[in-house]
């Protein structure tokens, strides 16, 4: 009686350890299924929305708001930069883009577990009416060493990955999301 009741325990647990495992793998790592859409370093799900992947939603579970009407938002996130290289937090990039036709939008870094890297300033994104542009076109610097201005803060030695939020984007925007022209993603050093 024993026996059988420490192996039904034994299988519970296991059960329970392997869904735990799943579940934490699938929410917090790139998706490895057939739903991504890729765009030199930025990926979204399906074809330009976020609910035609039951995974997205549930990272988005997770990781941030899930808006009510998919038409209002989209999510390009980035794993690694313009040249294939896994994005670091302890290395410097320059993100530089041109203004997005969406209502808003906004670039955050987040560290490897989805959070936003702590910093002095409480710098956690740069949107639309934060980042300076030079006319039409941006550049941000993401990494641990401070810059003069458009500067996202990053810490640590672990991996990081960039999201675009556009909220309201123009049906152009959604439409030819393959045709437009996304920010590239340069390793512009290592801190010391």
């Not at 009686?1 to 790139?30: E, F, H, N, P, S």
Request: hydrophobic residues 40%; glycine residues 8%.
């Amino acid at each position: 009686m024993i026996k059988q009741i420490t192996l039904w325990l034994l299988v519970i647990a296991l059960g329970i350890g392997c869904g735990l495992c799943a579940a934490l793998m699938l929410t917090r790592t790139q998706y490895f299924g057939n739903l991504r859409v890729n765009h030199g370093p930025w990926s979204v799900a399906g074809e330009n929305t976020i609910t035609d992947d039951p995974l997205m939603v549930a990272r988005l579970a997770v990781f941030g708001p899930f808006p009510v009407k998919q038409s209002e938002v989209m999510y390009l996130t980035a794993l690694q930069d313009s040249e294939g290289r896994p994005l670091r937090a302890d290395k410097n990039y320059s993100v530089c883009g041109k203004k997005f036709d969406a209502r808003f939008w906004s670039l955050t870094a987040y560290d490897q577990n989805g959070m936003f890297f702590p910093n002095q300033d409480q710098r956690f994104s740069y949107n639309f009416k934060t980042v300076k542009f030079d006319g039409d076109q941006f550049c941000l610097q993401t990494g641990p060493l401070r810059q003069p201005e458009n500067w996202l803060p990053t810490q640590g030695n672990g991996g990081m990955r960039l999201t675009i939020r556009f909220y309201q984007p123009s049906q152009f925007l959604r439409d030819s999301l393959s045709a437009q022209v996304l920010p590239t993603i340069k390793m512009i050093g290592v801190a010391q």
